[in-house]
């Protein structure tokens, strides 16, 4: 029978995506693995792959499309043996009804449609789906295959939801973030956050306009990255009860051993082979104090109190229209020099619109770093399923007592916004603490 291929959920997010380009023509043979298509989401150009073998009978959405909805149908194969204009002459058919899962990256309808009782809005898949292994073998997507060896997951531990039960790329992002086998969507944070409680309705064009003199204004239509952003900000501050924290850090000691590290790079082709920023230390320092206070490295669901066994560093970056965070896994255990370069690969992908989705998605904090456009301090938003973000300002001369005589000194207003429910003012406190101390006694960071 003829395949469907449909609009793939590439974040946890994401609602509808542009249908860039198409990377085969009708008439094609494809096989499992093959990217078929790039599609363009609210913060990124990713490349998608087909999930089964066939020939491309019909292209339903043109190259170019935007606003694609999730699971609508864009593509159909032929089957082995299947005749192709047959296989397209059915190409208006809907696809079968999908299970409201976790979203998936590689997605077609299956055989089997949804029983006549069921009701429109069904529940997540059950753990006991049907298994991707006969015998010793597990059916698995390459992308899944590849995603599963980065992190050290054994395929044959998670329950496939592709078809005829294929382990895809969203069955390894969920085992992931899920600590090993596939979870249950409503105990993992990245299943929170693909349901995210419904927001109040902003105040309607029509109320606001009439505020304002005809003609004295034009209307910009919001893109997908700034509803997601509107979106997800509205989610974080109903649902995270927010606490701040905020302590002043002197940067001279910081300041000095950082100048001294980048006189001391090695040139690489004329070019020295780090250039380290003081954010690049507010990472290290950040990850280390996690390191130090690991209660603090959580994240909060309805059932468990998830805590990570590594400080996964998300960075603010600005890019057109909104902003990203990129994240430096496994921050704590990397070099001063190691965070400035990975950081500088993933900033300028984050401006090309070029990152992963397992280069933003996840970690375990984030750090906002406001200092270099001159502002002194903020309270920055937690992002959900993180339960702390650490704004940084600007580090400028102020005059401190020291052992009672006023002197100049460089200082940095920090805050610290903590999930009220995980981390408590006490623990925020003996987090920012930690990371305070690294700041002011930077040789620690190189340890």
């Not at 980065?150 to 899920?178: F, N, Q, T, Y």
């Not at 896994?329 to 900033?347: C, F, M, P, V, Y």
């Amino acid at each position: 029978m003829p395949i469907n291929i449909t609009m793939p959920a590439l974040s946890p997010t994401m609602e509808e995506g542009n249908l860039a380009k198409w990377l085969v023509k009708e008439g094609d043979t494809v096989k499992s693995g093959d990217v078929i298509a790039e599609i363009e989401t609210d913060k990124a150009t990713m490349e998608v792959e087909a999930v089964d073998e066939g020939v491309v009978a019909k292209l339903v959405v043109p190259a170019g499309t935007e606003g694609v909805k999730v699971n609508a149908l864009i593509a159909v194969l032929a089957a082995d043996g299947e005749d192709v204009a047959a296989a397209a002459s059915g190409a208006g058919a809907a696809p079968a009804p999908k299970a409201a899962e976790a979203p998936k990256a590689e997605t077609k309808a299956e055989a089997a449609p949804a029983p006549a009782a069921a009701p429109a809005a069904a529940a997540p898949a059950p753990a006991t789906a049907p298994t991707a292994a006969t015998g010793n073998r597990t059916f698995s997507s390459p992308l899944a295959r590849r995603l599963a060896k980065e992190a050290g997951i054994d395929l044959s531990a998670i329950s496939g939801s592709g078809p005829h039960g294929r382990v895809v790329k969203s069955d390894v992002e969920a085992a992931v973030s899920g600590g090993g086998a596939k979870a249950a969507p409503v105990a993992t944070p990245q299943a929170a956050a693909s349901a995210p409680a419904a927001a109040p309705k902003g105040a309607s064009d029509d109320s606001v306009l009439k505020l304002f003199e005809p003609g004295s204004y034009e209307l910009v239509p919001h893109d997908g990255m700034r509803k997601i952003i509107a979106k997800r900000l509205v989610e974080s501050k109903q649902t995270v009860p927010h606490f701040y924290v905020t302590v002043d850090c002197e940067l001279d000691a910081l300041l000095a051993l950082r100048a001294q590290l980048n006189d001391a790079a090695p040139r690489k082709d004329s070019a020295p082979a780090y250039k380290l920023s003081v954010n690049d230390m507010v990472i290290k320092a950040m990850a280390l104090a996690l390191r130090d206070v690991p209660d603090a490295n959580v994240s909060w669901t309805e059932a468990n109190m998830v805590k990570h066994k590594h400080a996964d560093v998300g960075v603010a970056v600005s890019i057109p229209g909104g902003l990203i965070t990129p994240i430096i896994r496994k921050a704590e255990e990397k070099t001063l020099s190691a965070i400035s370069n990975e950081l500088r690969d993933l900033g300028k992908r984050a401006k090309d619109r070029k990152l992963k989705p397992e280069e933003f998605q996840g970690g375990t904090t984030s750090v906002s770093n406001m200092g270099m456009m001159g502002v002194k301090n903020f309270a920055a938003v937690i992002n959900p399923p993180h339960a702390t973000i650490l704004a940084v300002g600007a580090g400028e001369q102020r005059v401190i007592v020291r052992k009672g005589e006023m002197v100049i000194a460089t200082v940095m207003s920090v805050t610290l916004s903590t999930d009220h429910r995980c981390v408590d003012g006490a623990l925020g406190a003996e987090l920012l603490n930690a990371f305070k101390g690294y700041i002011e006694n930077p040789m620690g960071m190189l340890v």
